[in-house]
Nanobody
């Protein structure tokens, strides 16, 4: 089992920045691909970003490319999502998730942290 706890959400004005953190415990963190997803009210959950086990590769949704940066610190068992140039449409609950390279789907999910961007 892997336990994930997100933090860092909040209320920010459009154009502002936030950094989300996701702390993992329970298993060897560096064994897991980490992802960020978000879900706005009335919408389906959508992929935001992911990062490989060694941080050598990152992937982003087109909607956040160039504005969000996904990093990880395997020594601290933590993954980060630096969000800049925030827009009202970025408002959502953000979730981090973990999976091994053996699975297609993410197996473990955090409880989510709310990000609200005011115009």
């Amino acid at each position: 089992q892997v336990q994930l706890v997100e933090s860092g959400g909040g209320l920010v004005q459009a154009g502002g920045s936030l950094r989300l953190s996701c702390a993992a415990s329970g298993r060897t963190f560096s064994n897991y691909v980490m992802g960020w997803f978000r879900q706005a009210p009335g919408n389906e959950r959508e992929f935001v970003a992911s990062i490989s086990r060694s941080a050598s590769s990152t992937y982003y949704a087109d909607s956040v490319k160039g504005r969000f940066t996904n990093t990880r610190d395997n020594a601290k068992n933590t993954v980060y999502l630096q969000m800049s140039g925030l827009k009202p449409e970025d408002t959502a609950t953000y979730y981090c998730a973990a999976k091994t390279i053996l699975t297609k789907d993410y197996n473990y999910w955090g409880q989510g942290t709310q990000v609200t961007v005011s115009s």
